[in-house]
Nanobody, 120 residues
Framework: QVQLVESGGGLVEAGGSLRLSCAAS????????MGWYRQPPGKQRELVAT???????NYADSVKDRFTISRDNAKNTVYLDMNSLKPEDTAVYYC??????????????WGQGTQVTVSS
């Protein structure tokens, strides 16, 4: 059994910053890709950023140069530092991880989601 627990969402004014964290726990052999997705009100879930085990990152164009994804492999944790936040960044943010189980099978897991609201 694997759990992803997110923290760090909240309400912030435009131009402000927030840091999201997502910690994976349970029966984990290793973790491949980790990432953040978001679902704005009334819209579909979209990619925000991903980071592979070696550290290579990928960002949505809308967040490049404002958001930074990082991971601490020793803690099985992925972070999302969000700066210069805009009202259009308002969404529920979800953590995702591709986890290799103790049985050496890969599964995709999702966190429960954390609300980020940016006021204008």
């Amino acid at each position: 059994q694997v759990q992803l627990v997110e923290s760090g969402g909240g309400l912030v004014e435009a131009g402000g910053s927030l840091r999201l964290s997502c910690a994976a726990s349970g029966s984990i052999f290793s973790i491949n890709d980790m990432g953040w997705y978001r679902q704005p009100p009334g819209k579909q879930r979209e990619l925000v950023a991903t980071v592979i085990g070696g550290g290579r990152t990928n960002y949505a164009d809308s967040v490049k140069d404002r958001f930074t994804i990082s991971r601490d492999n020793a803690k099985n944790t992925v972070y999302l530092d969000m700066n210069s936040l805009k009202p259009e960044d308002t969404a529920v943010y979800y953590c995702n991880a591709h986890i290799i189980s103790l049985g050496r099978k890969e599964y995709s897991y999702w966190g429960q989601g954390t609300q980020v609201t940016v006021s204008s």
